[in-house]
């Protein structure tokens, strides 16, 4: 699967809801995440750090012996793991060495150059808050009876903006699978078992935060799009491609929720129902898709309120369209009557209906008199000039449209800073990048990784 340049995938979204009845995507490309993995690396020191640790092994010989393991992680990198959903492989470079215990004179075995730790670790929604320190921020996850909290089976969910709460995208090192590899010399077995094993049934249960959902002050005449409930999947890459992890988000007043994945469907990008693309054209790191039902309901509506009576949504092929009634100030007209014998009248109806084409103008139309009223009262059955003639003043309306705060919803590498640096609107020559509305909102950019 080939990454589509912009202007392919703008024409493969036309027409179509493409966000899997969620209200935004937020796709990010795998290698800038791990720019800022490593950039962010300082704050990884309970996971890089790991404590000296004894493991009984056996030697080349076959025979048992206890060893002290001394070692330190760098340069962490990611890579989402095909198949898998919720499973990721962090690889780092590992020095150090290891020594037998009670052994003198004491040998130390240094690990050989070019060594690597390739841990596969999960990928889970957890609940909690990022709070400073003095050693900078970290992440405290909500616990129950010492088990993090927020993450259902289908790995969704729900925020509480009154608690205080943010949400993260976690690594969590627990029940890891642990490989050692080396690019000159083969460590031993055995102390390759030792380590292993320690990570995978000893290790300390971490959780890093990764990336997530938190609250933030908006400016209070902003349209916001704000959070309440998040989902995540990942896209592998082939060979030599980058995958991409997109935040599936609910917002506040959207559709409601989106489809749920499961272990055999994760979720995925398909605009056409059918094959699955990247959500990132050529030449960006980063893009935002937002629902074409959320631009109408929590954008334009909101903006075009008092404008407008019920404005609606009208299924368009490409952009979005929608319907309502324009408001205007009363107009008046003064009365006019003509009396051909005594008798009660019935008024004229007269309906003003304005059209936006190339001027504003004024529809008349009268209410016909019945056979007895004619018979009655006698009439010309033509409408008098006096309302043929009729004018009225162009609606003075304020279609001055609030802007869109999708900073939350993109905010989600270190909350409180912009990451999400987007492209300029306005397409430039090349049409490589942009803004496109084919029916839901496409904004493409770049991760800020500085």
């Known amino acids: 699967m080939k990454r589509l340049d912009y202007p392919d995938l703008v024409d493969l979204m036309k027409g179509r809801d493409t966000t899997r009845k969620w209200d935004v995507m937020v796709s990010y490309d795998e290698d800038k995440l791990n720019s800022l993995l490593r950039a962010d690396s300082t704050k990884l020191k309970d996971v890089l750090t790991i404590p000296p640790f004894k493991r009984e092994?056996?030697?080349?010989?076959?025979?048992?012996?206890?060893?002290?393991?001394?070692?330190?992680?760098?340069?962490?990198?990611?890579?989402?793991?095909s198949g898998d959903h919720n499973r990721v492989a962090l690889k780092c470079q590992m020095t150090g060495h290891y020594e037998s215990v009670g052994k003198t004179p004491k040998v130390e075995m240094p690990f050989p150059e070019g060594t690597s730790l390739e841990l596969h670790v999960s990928l889970l929604n957890?609940?909690?808050?990022?709070?400073?320190?003095?050693?900078?921020?970290?992440?405290?996850?909500?616990?129950?009876?010492?088990?993090?909290?927020?993450?259902?089976?289908?790995?969704?969910?729900?925020?509480?903006?009154?608690?205080?709460?943010?949400?993260?995208?976690?690594?969590?090192?627990?029940?890891?699978?642990?490989?050692?590899?080396?690019?000159?010399?083969i460590v031993g077995f055995g102390a390759r078992k030792g380590i292993e094993n320690h990570f995978h049934n000893d290790g300390k249960a971490l959780y890093y935060y990764l990336t997530g959902v938190s609250r933030y002050t908006p400016d209070a005449k902003n349209r916001v799009l704000e959070p309440v409930a998040f989902n995540f999947g990942i896209s592998c890459g082939e060979k030599n491609q980058h995958g991409v992890l997109t935040?599936?988000?609910?917002?506040?007043?959207?559709?409601?929720?989106?489809?749920?994945?499961?272990?055999?469907?994760?979720?995925?990008?398909?605009?056409?129902?059918?094959?699955?693309?990247?959500?990132?054209?050529?030449?960006?790191?980063?893009?935002?898709?937002?629902?074409?039902?959320?631009?109408?309901?929590?954008?334009?509506?909101?903006?075009?309120?008092?404008?407008?009576?019920?404005?609606?949504?009208?299924?368009?092929?490409?952009?979005?369209?929608?319907?309502?009634?324009?408001?205007?100030?009363?107009?008046?007209?003064?009365?006019?009557?003509?009396?051909?014998?005594?008798?009660?009248?019935?008024?004229?109806?007269?309906?003003?209906?304005?059209?936006?084409?190339?001027?504003?103008?004024?529809?008349?139309?009268a209410q016909q008199p019945t056979f007895?009223?004619?018979?009655?009262?006698?009439?010309?059955?033509?409408?008098?000039?006096?309302?043929?003639?009729?004018?009225?003043?162009?609606?003075?309306?304020?279609?001055?449209?609030?802007?869109?705060?999708?900073?939350?919803?993109?905010?989600?590498?270190?909350?409180?800073?912009?990451?999400?640096?987007?492209?300029?609107?306005v397409a430039d020559a090349s049409k490589s990048k942009g803004l496109a509305f084919p029916r839901d909102l496409i904004l493409t950019g770049d991760v800020a990784t500085e």
């Open 57 to 81: 092994i056996q030697d080349n010989w076959g025979r048992s012996e206890e060893v002290l393991f001394i070692m330190s992680l760098a340069n962490p990198n990611l890579q989402f793991l």
């Open 126 to 185: 957890c609940a909690g808050q990022r709070v400073p320190d003095e050693k900078g921020v970290r992440f405290l996850l909500d616990t129950e009876n010492g088990i993090p909290q927020g993450y259902p089976k289908d790995y969704t969910i729900t925020l509480d903006p009154g608690n205080g709460r943010g949400n993260g995208l976690c690594l969590v090192f627990h029940d890891t699978t642990a490989t050692i590899t080396s690019e000159n010399v």
């Open 247 to 365: 935040t599936w988000i609910s917002v506040k007043g959207g559709a409601g929720g989106g489809e749920r994945p499961s272990g055999q469907e994760p979720l995925t990008f398909k605009p056409d129902d059918k094959t699955t693309q990247w959500p990132i054209p050529n030449g960006s790191s980063a893009s935002i898709i937002i629902s074409s039902y959320a631009m109408v309901e929590l954008f334009f509506k909101p903006n075009l309120v008092d404008a407008f009576e019920n404005l609606t949504q009208v299924k368009s092929d490409e952009g979005i369209a929608f319907k309502g009634a324009l408001k205007s100030g009363n107009i008046h007209v003064d009365g006019f009557a003509k009396t051909t014998k005594p008798g009660d009248t019935s008024p004229n109806l007269l309906n003003l209906k304005f059209t936006e084409h190339d001027r504003y103008g004024v529809k008349t139309e």
């Open 372 to 425: 007895w009223e004619e018979w009655l009262m006698g009439g010309s059955g033509e409408l008098p000039d006096f309302y043929r003639n009729l004018s009225a003043p162009r609606p003075n309306i304020d279609l001055t449209m609030h802007a869109l705060d999708y900073f939350l919803t993109t905010n989600v590498f270190l909350p409180g800073q912009h990451i999400f640096k987007a492209h300029s609107p």
